[in-house]
T-cell receptor
Framework: DAGVIQSPRHEVTEMGQEVTLRCKPISGHNSLFWYRQTMMRGLELLIYFNNNVPIDDSGMPEDRFSAKMPNASFSTLKIQPSEPRDSAVYFCASTLLQGWTEAFFGQGTRLTVV | DQQVKQNSPSLSVQEGRISILNCDYT??????FLWYKKYPAEGPTFLIS?????DKNEDGRFTVFLNKSAKHLSLHIVPSQPGDSAVYFCAAMIYNQGGKLIFGQGTELSVKP
């Protein structure tokens, strides 16, 4: 398996623009997580899905952030409108809900909002 | 509120010596703990874990210790190698909450030859 695949790897956008980050989890995994890495808070959980259903979005910082998982093999994290303080590395991770094993992370998307 | 805290942003050790990375947590409901390792421009990768029913778990050069009464865990690397230089994240979870991992801020370990 290719692991968790995120795209794009890097994104530079202007303030006010819409940004969409994409994630393909490991095939067969039924839990998916979006994290944001910052210096101050480390890896901050934004939202997670079980069986494509959002379970906890309490980490989503503002209404400008939204996430979807239309099927078991794809998820998006959207920021609209983007702001400079959203600049960070965003990670997607997946795991098995039953018989839990460790979460596997993608390589991340480095977002820069100028 | 930060439920998992790593108070040392960085640590530097000499090759061959012991590296000790520390982590504190506040939520007594956490019952499973993990350490992840992260190299630049890569995603975090799982290193070692421990259940709350244990106080020690060992895997080669890596040992994790858990002190539930103090809500503290530590990762020991012996002997440290230059390839161990990375950011180490401590994470905690409640096992039946669908894999929801809460991470600390990370500690950057530098192992000098």
């Amino acid at each position: 398996d290719a692991g968790v695949i995120q795209s794009p790897r890097h994104e530079v956008t202007e303030m006010g623009q819409e940004v969409t980050l994409r994630c393909k989890p490991i095939s067969g995994h039924n839990s998916l997580f979006w994290y944001r890495q910052t210096m101050m808070r480390g890896l901050e959980l934004l939202i997670y899905f079980n069986n494509n259903v959002p379970i906890d979005d309490s980490g989503m910082p503002e209404d400008r952030f939204s996430a979807k998982m239309p099927n078991a093999s794809f998820s998006t994290l959207k920021i609209q409108p983007s702001e400079p303080r959203d600049s960070a590395v965003y990670f997607c991770a997946s795991t098995l809900l039953q018989g839990w094993t460790e979460a596997f992370f993608g390589q991340g998307t480095r977002l820069t909002v100028v | 509120d930060q439920q998992v805290k790593q108070n040392s942003p960085s640590l530097s050790v000499q090759e061959g010596r012991i590296s000790i990375l520390n982590c504190d947590y506040t939520n007594s409901m956490f019952d499973y703990f993990l350490w992840y390792k992260k190299y630049p421009a890569e995603g975090p990768t799982f290193l070692i874990s421990i259940s709350s029913i244990k106080d020690k778990n060992e895997d080669g050069r890596f040992t994790v210790f858990l002190n539930k009464s103090a809500k503290h865990l530590s990762l020991h690397i012996v002997p440290s190698q230059p390839g161990d230089s990375a950011v180490y994240f401590c994470a905690a979870m409640i096992y039946n909450q669908g894999g929801k991992l809460i991470f600390g801020q990370g500690t950057e370990l530098s192992v000098k030859p």
